[in-house]
């Protein structure tokens, strides 16, 4: 009796150990993360539907300036998913001098990997309280190079002017940024009063 109740204890115990192990594995498995992204879809293609809420990139450039990125949502280009197009984008650049500039577009778009095409209407504002309007920026992700598509206007304390073309560029490998306006530029300068009389 007690060596058949043994030998029916060796068959039933792995049986039991198996039923448990197959029941925490099916049944305690915490949601898919790949479900969890804010993805909004609106038909059958999910390559020209899916859509990502919410965008959010921050990293730095190879000279260590402060980049974010930011969009009101996101969605894939075209079929092989290699670029994205953003909607209600914002780039943020932070100067190692603290300086920061900020610009907006209607709309974004990734392109080879290391390009933003900023199209639509585009905003570039500095801290040092100067604005340029301009129709398109063609960007790199990784380092601070931005140049205009079209005519730019820009104002700020004491002058406005226009300019065929804007680039933005790091000065010879440094941290340090400048704004290059070229083709025809014209500048209207305003000098600010003291306010003493």
Do not use: C, H
């Not at 007690?2 to 949601?31: D, E, H, N």
């Not at 479900?35 to 730095?60: H, N």
């Not at 095409?117 to 585009?122: A, I, N, S, W």
């Amino acid at each position: 009796m007690y060596s058949r109740l043994i030998a029916w204890l060796k068959i039933l115990l792995p049986l039991g150990a198996l039923v448990l192990l197959s029941t925490i594995f099916l049944y305690s498995r915490g949601p898919d993360p790949i479900a969890t992204l804010p993805v909004l879809t609106g038909g059958a293609d999910p390559t020209r539907t899916e859509q990502i809420g919410s965008p959010f990139y921050a990293g730095t450039t190879e000279n260590g300036q402060g980049l974010t990125l930011a969009a009101r949502q996101a969605r894939f280009s075209n079929p092989e998913n290699t670029g994205m197009v953003a909607d209600d984008l914002r780039a943020i650049i932070d100067v190692s001098d603290g300086n920061r500039i900020v610009i907006d577009a209607t709309l974004g778009q990734t392109e080879d990997g290391d390009r933003l095409l900023l199209r639509d209407g585009v905003t570039l504002e500095s801290s040092s309280g100067y604005t340029v309007r301009t129709n398109g920026l063609d960007a790199a992700i990784d380092r601070i190079e931005i140049e205009s598509t079209s005519e730019v206007d820009a104002d700020g304390p004491g002058l406005t002017l226009s300019a065929g073309k804007l680039r933005v560029e790091e000065i010879g490998g440094t941290s340090d940024i400048q704004l290059l306006f070229t083709d025809g530029v014209k500048l209207i300068y305003m000098p600010q009063q003291d306010g003493a009389e």
